[in-house]
């Protein structure tokens, strides 16, 4: 439904956006991903037509869409901050694009009753928009964007300003509409939980180029850099010499799965593959910090001469800070990545 093609965009010689290929498929979901000045936001706004491209090319539906303005390029947009019309009640900022494009008043009537529903928000047409929490806000925002039935539906920071357990609540509700209404949906986002839970492919940005692109499993258990590495948070990275089936690296001999890359390259121990053992076993560290995260511990290691080290632990056997454990590593959780520039 959507391809761009080397699509650029400076500002005073720098590059928002370098030379971006991407395609987007008919009901697909695509979360674009990356930290701020990553060029994300610059790439939906040139999709909507509110930035224009220095050089490239942008199609919808196979049409170029060089000087089509915002307004007929039938694509739908969603704010961080709602930018919902504070003079009109829930119904009327749902109808406002349907009104834009003359919809008859019966259908327009029967579309915003529709959507109410969808979006959890049955019968609330007469509600004034200030008697609305945020999520509330956020629905009819959502609904106000589905209402001229979108080719293709863009979210900035959808959930941005919601707090944690109502957008995880909405990220599944989100999802599951999406999928119903067959919608085309493109999104850009900061939250790696709300990219993860959300889309069908994750596309992590860096510096105006796409880093990587790939399906959230994916993604996550093979990032395909340094770079993507630790921007979904991992910081068991290190410099390694691959040989074989084993890896040389600052916490000595690793193992290494089948197949991997061999010779000099970077390697990614993810916390789930750092095992403690009792402290003459493996590599030795000492506990310097622990941090509760809900499902699990995350355990802070210091080996004598080595980088830390992270460990994932379950919650009933984590060590305390100061305590003297060793550490074996498990191969299924050791990936070989790219380099740290590479796409």
């Not at 909507?48 to 060089?66: C, E, I, K, Y």
């Not at 008859?104 to 509600?127: I, K, N, S």
């Not at 919650?315 to 003297?324: I, Y």
């Amino acid at each position: 439904m959507l391809t761009l093609q080397g699509a650029t965009v400076r500002f005073d010689g720098w590059a928002a956006l370098d030379r971006v290929d991407l395609e987007v498929a008919e009901q697909e979901i695509v979360c674009v991903l990356g930290p701020s000045g990553s060029g994300k936001s610059t790439l939906l706004r040139t999709v909507a037509g509110l930035q224009p491209l220095d050089a490239g090319r942008l199609f919808l539906d196979g049409s170029d869409l060089d000087g089509v303005p915002p307004h007929r390029r039938g694509v739908g947009l969603m704010f961080q901050d709602h930018q919902l019309f504070p003079q009109r009640d829930v119904g009327g900022n749902v109808a406002f694009g349907l009104r834009m494009h003359k919809t008859a008043r019966a259908e327009r009537d029967a579309r915003v009753a529709q959507l109410l529903d969808l979006v959890g928000l049955p019968g609330a047409g007469r509600r004034a928009v200030s008697e609305l929490s945020g999520g509330e806000q956020q629905r009819v925002a959502l609904a106000r964007a589905l209402a001229p039935r979108p080719r293709l539906l863009m979210l900035d920071e959808p959930l941005g300003q919601l707090d944690r357990s109502l957008r995880e609540r909405l990220v599944v509700e989100l999802r599951d509409l999406f999928r119903r209404l067959g919608t085309t949906v493109l999104a850009v986002t900061h939250d790696q939980g709300e990219a993860f839970a959300l889309a069908d492919r994750v596309v992590v940005m860096r510096d105006g180029r796409i880093a990587q692109s790939g399906t959230p499993l994916e993604v996550w258990q093979r990032p395909a850099n340094e770079f993507v590495a630790r921007f979904l948070g991992f910081d068991n990275v290190v410099e390694a010499t691959v040989a074989g089936e084993a890896a040389d690296t600052p916490w000595g001999k690793l193992p290494v799965p089948e197949g991997c890359p061999q010779g000099s390259g970077t390697l990614l121990v993810r916390p789930a593959g750092v095992r403690l053992t009792a402290a003459t076993v493996g590599l030795s560290c000492t506990v310097t910090a622990r941090t509760f995260r809900g499902t699990h511990v995350a355990v802070r290691l210091q080996p004598e001469a080595a980088p830390a080290l992270e460990a994932a632990c379950p919650l009933r056997s984590a060590p305390e800070p100061g305590d003297e454990v060793g550490v074996v590593f498990d191969a299924a959780e050791i990936v070989v990545l790219g380099g740290a520039s590479a796409t």
